[in-house]
């Protein structure tokens, strides 16, 4: 019963947050979660799917495709986005 009691906080502060519409701000992390998780995807998608011989040109498309793609994603559902491109837009920094 005492997880539940040190969790209730900040649950009920995801639960509010989810409940509220999205602001601005929401729209614009999104974009931003959004645009770099799409690099990524692109990217690296291509990379892995196409062959590793892939042109650097066709890394960039695909990198830019996924790039606008994760924005309008980013833009259109925010709090979705927030929450599953999140793990993504920090793929590939480490502290080391």
Do not use: Y
């Not at 649950?11 to 601005?24: C, L, N, S």
């Not at 495709?65 to 994760?70: T, Y």
């Amino acid at each position: 019963m005492a997880l539940l009691e040190f969790h209730d906080p900040r649950i009920q502060r995801f639960e509010q947050w989810w409940k509220r519409p999205a602001t601005d701000a929401d729209r614009f992390n999104g974009a931003i979660c959004g645009g770099v998780a799409g690099f990524w995807l692109g990217a690296l998608g291509l990379v892995v799917l196409e062959s590793p011989s892939a042109s650097l040109i066709e890394i960039a498309l695909g990198a830019a495709s996924g790039i606008a793609a994760g924005i309008v994603v980013g833009r259109r559902f925010p709090k979705a986005s927030i929450l599953i491109f999140s793990p993504l837009t920090f793929f590939g920094i480490s502290p080391g």
